[in-house]
């Protein structure tokens, strides 16, 4: 057995543990992460730990070290099998465990895999992950006999998903992109009312027919084509691991994750008013106002799915979103992000606010806003980068929010200028009224990065 063991550095990131199979991260890791976390459990006096994975081909052999590692401190594995995180997230509260790991590579290339983790009552992330390098490093691990379970969830977790919704019949299209909700879905899709087609529900790591990321428009060219040919009312997609969502209206047009949130914050905001509802610092100011309107409490805050479940809870929302499309429900739900339990609530919205997502679309506010921009910068000097923007506005008198990074209010708009938590680059976003305003705000933030050395050269996601 291991007595110590180093992680590769590039591995051990804010939110979880990602990299390249056989490259950055592989079974010995996965054993290691499996005696840091069934230590981190042992020693808050707990023992029981859900284990999921997805569909990738890396992922049960990762799966298999991982719970030799939990079991060799003498934890009891419970061994959930293939599914999205949302089912394991579900198995931690339903089967009362100490913790969970998901085994999943999200919507990263094939060729990667990762750790997702958490407590049983609250995330696992940012300095937890780090000190999990540093007890490995050491090898300061409890030791044991554990044992290990397989427990089938998957009925008991679809039945859940619709436990008391209220959802009217309409005609969806789904596209679950051969990721981990394929078989979820399709179980979901008999019992929900009206005509529902799913495309790529078969789980393939190959993710043959398209990569799973919805918030990227080009993965929604099947879905679209989908909802124009039959003329469906609209359309839902999922990232390859189930715990983001994205939609289109009737048009084919893209409801973005900050106004899912403004849909799904009405009825919610009619059951409990005044209630804090929370966004990421890249929403509309759209959505924040939207909010206000319906006499509900605005919150921005940081991005990051562990940082938003840990405000949540901080300050008792019961709804709250990020633009890449996690969205968060207390309300009836557990505060965690699941991507089909999103999906039925937004039916359920849609239904209560006038039966049509189109319609509700066209209602929004039109704004013109950059998509996410993405410019090269090192691990070291991206926060200095950050922070020698924002002594230089507030020296200037801007008005600027310093929640995560700079987010600048303007007679044209906003803009923000962030360092990424998962990758070497800033990340920037603009919205305005009209498209010069959107011009000038562009030039505010290529100003801003020239002043700091930085090349002005975008990045793909």
């Not at 990738?56 to 009891?76: D, F, I, Q, W, Y």
């Not at 700079?406 to 603009?430: C, E, H, Y």
């Not at 009209?434 to 290529?446: Q, S, T, V, Y």
Request: proline content about 4%; some cysteine; aromatic content about 6%.
């Amino acid at each position: 057995m291991m007595q110590n063991h180093d992680f590769h550095p590039t591995s051990l990131r804010e939110y979880d543990i990602r990299g390249i199979i056989g490259e950055t991260l592989g079974e010995q890791d996965a054993h290691a992460i499996g005696r840091g976390f069934g230590t981190v459990v042992r020693r808050a006096g707990g023992t029981k730990v859900c284990v999921g994975y997805d569909g990738r081909h890396s992922s049960p052999r990762l799966e298999r070290a991982l719970v030799e590692g939990l079991m060799a401190t003498g934890c009891e594995a419970i061994r959930i099998g293939l599914g999205s995180t949302g089912m394991l997230y579900f198995s931690v509260s339903e089967l009362g465990a100490d913790g969970g790991v998901m085994i999943t590579g999200s919507h990263n290339p094939p060729d990667y895999n990762g750790f997702k983790m958490l407590l049983k009552d609250r995330p696992f992330f940012g300095d937890d992950i780090r000190a999990l390098g540093v007890a490995a490093a050491a090898g300061d691990w409890e030791g044991g006999i554990g044992s290990e379970r397989r427990v089938r969830l998957l009925e008991r977790y679809v039945e859940r998903l619709q436990e008391g919704n209220r959802c009217r019949p309409f005609r969806i299209g789904w596209d679950a992109g051969n990721g981990a909700t394929g078989e979820a879905l399709e179980l979901l899709l008999k019992t929900l009312p009206g005509e529902h087609h799913a495309l790529f529900t078969k789980i393939d790591g190959d993710f043959p027919n398209h990569h799973p990321d919805p918030t990227v428009e080009a993965n929604l060219v099947d879905l679209r084509q989908l909802v124009a040919e039959l003329k469906l009312d609209f359309g839902i997609a999922f990232d390859g691991d189930g715990d983001r969502i994205g939609a289109i209206d009737g048009e084919g047009r893209v409801v973005w994750g900050d106004q899912l949130l403004a849909i799904l914050a009405e009825p919610v905001l009619k059951e409990l008013p005044g209630a804090t509802i929370i966004a990421d610092v890249k929403a509309s100011q759209a959505l924040y106002d939207r909010v206000a309107e319906l006499g509900g409490t605005p919150c921005m805050w940081k991005t990051g799915h562990s940082l938003i479940k840990a405000k949540m809870k901080e300050v008792g929302s019961p709804l709250a979103g990020e633009m890449s499309g996690h969205i968060f429900f207390k309300h009836r739900w557990y505060g965690f992000d699941d991507a089909l339990y999103a999906a039925v609530r937004l039916i359920e919205a849609v239904g209560e606010l006038g039966g049509s997502l189109t319609a509700l679309k066209s209602a929004m506010p039109p704004v013109f806003n950059t998509p996410e921009m993405r410019f090269p910068c090192s691990e070291e000097r991206k926060f200095e980068v950050v922070t020698e923007v924002l002594a230089r506005l507030k020296a200037a008198g801007a008005q600027v929010n310093d929640t995560d990074g700079a987010r600048v209010n303007t007679p044209d708009g906003w803009w923000l200028l962030r360092a990424s938590n998962t990758q070497d680059v800033l990340v920037a976003r603009a919205e305005a009224k009209d498209a010069g305003a959107l011009e000038r705000l562009k030039a505010e933030i290529d100003a801003q990065l020239a002043l700091s050395g930085v090349a002005r050269v975008e990045v793909s996601h």
